[in-house]
C-alpha cells in the first residue's frame, strides 16, 4: 500500500485519481483550498484519510499545506493535481479574463500552477515520486522569465496559462536532475471534460487521470522513469526548453527567490 496526497482533489482529475487509488487499496489524503472544499473532497472520495486544506493563491498557505502533509506522515507519491486556468470560467472561454493577483501580488495562474507546485516540493520530507500534470498547450510556452508577473507587457491570459505548464514541466525535469533517487515526471492528461477543461473537451475522463495513477503507485518498469513528459501512459516529447538545464535553472531561482525557499540538496533513500 503506497501513501499519496493530492492536491486539488475536490473535483475533476484529481479526484478521480484519488478515487481509482482507494479503489486500488491505497492511503490517500485529500486537499482542498478551503475548508469546504476539503469537505467536498472527503464525500467524494469514500475511504480517504483525510482532506488537508490550503490556498495555492497564497505562499504563506502553502507553506501551511505543506507543514500539514508533513505531519500526517511520509508519502510516497505527490500529485501535484491542482491548477487554475485564467482563460475558462465554468468551461466557458473567456480570451479576455483579466490579470488577477494573489494576495502576495503574484500573477495567478503562475502562482497556482507554478510556483505552489515548487514550493510545495521543496517543503514535503522525501516523496519517492512527484507527479505533476501540465498541457499540452505547454508547447505554446514562451521560456522567458524576464515578466514572470505580466507587468511590464500586454496581458494574454492563454499565453500565461501555456507560459505557467511550461514552467511546470521544467520544474518536474529540474527536480529529476537534482533528485536522481526521485521519479519526478511530468504529465499531460488530455483535454478532457472537467470544469477547467469546458463540457465540450474531446478527450476521455477516465483515461486522463490512468497516467497520473500509474506513475504513483505502479511497479511497472515504464512506470518507473524520470524527467519525462507523459501522455496516455506514453512518452512523448516535451517543448525543448524544458529538457534546457539552463531554462530549469532560472525557473527554480525563480521560484526560490520568490518563495525564499531553495529546493534542498538530493539526499539517498
Not at 77 to 92: E, K, L, Y
Not at 189 to 206: C, H, I, R, S, Y
Not at 212 to 219: D, E, F, I, N
Amino acid at each position: 500500500m503506497a501513501s499519496v496526497f493530492i492536491t486539488g482533489s475536490a473535483d475533476g482529475l484529481g479526484r478521480l485519481a484519488a478515487q481509482r487509488l482507494v479503489t486500488l487499496g491505497h492511503d490517500v489524503v485529500l486537499h482542498g483550498r478551503d475548508r469546504h472544499r476539503a469537505e467536498e473532497a472527503m464525500n467524494a472520495v469514500p475511504g480517504a484519510r483525510t482532506a488537508l486544506v490550503g490556498d495555492l493563491a497564497s505562499i504563506e498557505e502553502t507553506r501551511a499545506l505543506a507543514e500539514q502533509a508533513n505531519s500526517a506522515g511520509l508519502f510516497q507519491t505527490v500529485i501535484h493535481n491542482a491548477g487554475v486556468q485564467s482563460i475558462h470560467d465554468a468551461g466557458v472561454y473567456r480570451p479576455n479574463a483579466p490579470r488577477l493577483e494573489t494576495v502576495d501580488g503574484l500573477e495567478n495562474t503562475f502562482a497556482v500552477n507554478a510556483l505552489a507546485p515548487y514550493l510545495l516540493t521543496a517543503l514535503i520530507a522525501s516523496p519517492q515520486r512527484l507527479v505533476f500534470l501540465t498541457s499540452e498547450l505547454h508547447r505554446s510556452g514562451e521560456p522567458d522569465l524576464s515578466d514572470l508577473q505580466w507587468r511590464d507587457r500586454r496581458w494574454s491570459g492563454s499565453q500565461a496559462y501555456s507560459n505557467s505548464k511550461l514552467f511546470v514541466v521544467a520544474l518536474a525535469f529540474g527536480v529529476a536532475r537534482r533528485w536522481p533517487y526521485v521519479l519526478s515526471n511530468a504529465v499531460n492528461p488530455g483535454w478532457v471534460p472537467t470544469k477547467m477543461g469546458g463540457p465540450q473537451a474531446p478527450d476521455d475522463l477516465e483515461l486522463g487521470a490512468e497516467t497520473q495513477v500509474w506513475l504513483a503507485v505502479s511497479a511497472e518498469r515504464d512506470a518507473l522513469v524520470s524527467g519525462k513528459y507523459l501522455y496516455h501512459k506514453q512518452i512523448r516529447s516535451a517543448h525543448p526548453a524544458a529538457s534546457d538545464v539552463n531554462f530549469q535553472n532560472q525557473v527554480l531561482d525563480a521560484c526560490a527567490r520568490l518563495t525564499g525557499v531553495e529546493l534542498p540538496s538530493a539526499v539517498a533513500p
